[in-house]
C-alpha cells in the first residue's frame, strides 16, 4: 500500500510540478512556538516571521527527517536567527530528496515588536525543484505573519504562505499554492503550551491541527499533536543539556507509516536587551 500511495505520488509531482516545494512535514512540531512568548526557538519563524521579534539569543537548528523511513523522501531543515533590539533576522534553508528528485528552499526572514502587543514579520523565499528527466524549475515567494497578544496568557496570529500566487519557472507555468493559517496558544503556565492551529492549503481541505508542550522536568519537555486532514499525529522528547537541545521526534502517517526526526538546536551568547 505504501509503494502504490508513493508511485502515486510520485506521478502527481510530475503532472503538478508546482505543488512540491513545500515547508517539511514536521514544521508542525518544530513550529509550535510561534504563537507565544515562552516556548519560542529558531523554528518558530518557519512557522510565524513574527516570532522573530520573541527570541533573546543567537540561535541555531538543524533537523533531519526520513519520511515514511525512506531515504529517497529524507529532508535537512537548518535556521538560524539573530536579534536585535527591535526584532530579529532569520536564515532558512531546507533541502529534500535525492538524486531522481529534490527540492529546497532558502529564505531570508526579518520579524520586529510593534508595540507590547504585537508582532510582524515577512519571509522572502527562493524555491527550486529539480527532476532530472524533466529539468529543474526556481521561483521566488514571500510568506508575511503578525502575532498579537491578547491577554498575558493567550496569543493569537496569521500567517500567509505566497498569497499573491507565483509560477515556477521552465517548462511548467503552473502555479505554487498559497497556504493561510490560523494560530492560537494558550500558555497555561510556564511549563505548559496548547495550541491549535487552522491550515488552508489552496485546493486541499481545511487542517486543524492540535498540540501540546509540557516541560515535566527543568530540563525535559515532551511535545505531542494531532492533524487532521493529513491523518497524522507526532509526539516527541527534548532534553536540555547546557546551551544545547536534543528532540527525538517520531511523526506517524494513518496510512504511509513512521517518520523519524532529530532535531538539535545551540544558543549563543548573552541574551539581547530591550528596548525601553
Not at 492533524?227 to 532534553?239: C, E, K, P, R, V
Request: aromatic residues 10%; glycine residues 10%; positive net charge.
Amino acid at each position: 500500500m505504501k509503494l502504490t500511495c508513493l508511485i502515486a505520488s510520485l506521478f502527481l509531482s510530475i503532472r503538478l510540478f508546482s505543488q512540491v516545494v513545500q515547508p517539511p512535514g514536521i514544521n508542525g512540531y518544530a513550529g509550535m512556538g510561534a504563537y507565544s512568548a515562552h516556548f519560542t526557538d529558531p523554528y518558530s519563524f518557519s512557522s510565524n516571521q513574527a516570532a522573530l521579534a520573541q527570541l533573546n539569543n543567537v540561535v541555531a537548528g538543524i533537523m533531519l527527517e526520513r519520511r515514511f523511513l525512506l531515504k529517497e523522501l529524507q529532508q535537512i531543515h537548518a535556521v538560524a536567527a539573530f536579534p536585535f533590539r527591535s526584532g530579529g533576522m532569520g536564515v532558512d534553508l531546507l533541502y529534500g530528496g535525492s538524486k531522481l528528485f529534490s527540492q529546497s528552499r532558502l529564505g531570508l526572514a526579518y520579524g520586529r515588536k510593534l508595540g507590547k502587543q504585537a508582532q510582524l514579520g515577512i519571509q522572502l523565499n527562493y524555491n527550486r525543484l529539480s527532476i532530472p528527466t524533466y529539468g529543474s524549475a526556481a521561483a521566488i515567494t514571500f510568506e508575511i505573519g503578525a502575532v498579537f497578544q491578547l491577554s498575558p496568557q493567550l496569543y493569537s496570529g496569521i500567517h500567509l504562505d505566497n498569497p499573491v500566487g507565483g509560477t515556477l519557472s521552465g517548462n511548467t507555468g503552473e502555479k505554487m499554492a498559497s497556504v493561510y493559517t490560523w494560530g492560537i496558544a494558550l500558555e497555561a503556565s510556564d511549563q505548559l503550551l496548547i495550541s491549535v492551529q487552522l491550515n488552508k492549503e489552496e485546493n486541499k481541505m481545511l487542517d486543524v491541527m492540535a498540540a501540546i508542550d509540557y516541560a515535566f522536568l527543568p530540563r525535559v519537555s515532551a511535545r505531542a499533536g494531532i492533524s487532521t486532514a493529513t491523518s497524522h499525529s507526532f509526539a516527541g522528547i527534548g532534553l536540555l543539556i547546557s546551551n544545547m537541545r536534543f528532540d527525538f521526534v517520531a511523526d506517524w502517517h494513518a496510512r504511509l507509516g513512521l517518520t523519524p526526526i532529530l532535531l538539535f538546536i545551540m544558543t549563543f551568547g548573552e541574551p539581547k536587551t530591550e528596548t525601553s
